[in-house]
């Protein structure tokens, strides 16, 4: 069993530059790929990140493609989603995941443990 905490969310303006970070607890982090989802209201969940286990491997959608950059301390436990230059339309609740397995994926469906989100919010 894992428990995932996201934090950094917030209130921020347009062309802003958040961090977001998500702390694991429980089982051998290293061995787990993570991602970052989002999820505005009214919409389906949507990938915006992820990384393989050893942090090896990054993979980003294409609307936040060289916007944002998805790390990790496996000594921390803890993954990063540092987002750049944000627009209104980037306003959403982002999660953060973890699955059973090292390599990265940008399909929810493959991750076996979340967090209860953290609100981001961009003003125009």
């Known amino acids: 069993q894992m428990q995932v905490v996201e934090s950094g969310g917030g209130l921020v303006q347009t062309g802003g530059s958040p961090r977001l970070s998500c702390v694991v607890a429980g089982r051998a982090f290293s061995s787990n790929a993570m991602g970052w989802f989002r999820q505005a209201p009214g919409k389906e969940r949507e990938f915006v990140a992820t990384?393989?286990?050893?942090?090896?491997?990054?993979y980003y959608a294409g609307s936040m493609k060289g916007r944002c950059t998805i790390s990790r301390d496996n000594a921390k436990r803890t993954v990063f989603l540092q987002m750049n230059s944000l627009k209104p339309e980037d306003t959403a609740v982002y999660y953060c995941a973890a699955r059973n397995g090292v390599y990265a994926s940008s399909n929810h469906r493959d991750y076996d443990y979340w967090g209860q989100g953290t609100q981001v919010t961009v003003s125009s």
């Open positions: 990384i393989s286990g050893g942090g090896a491997h990054t």
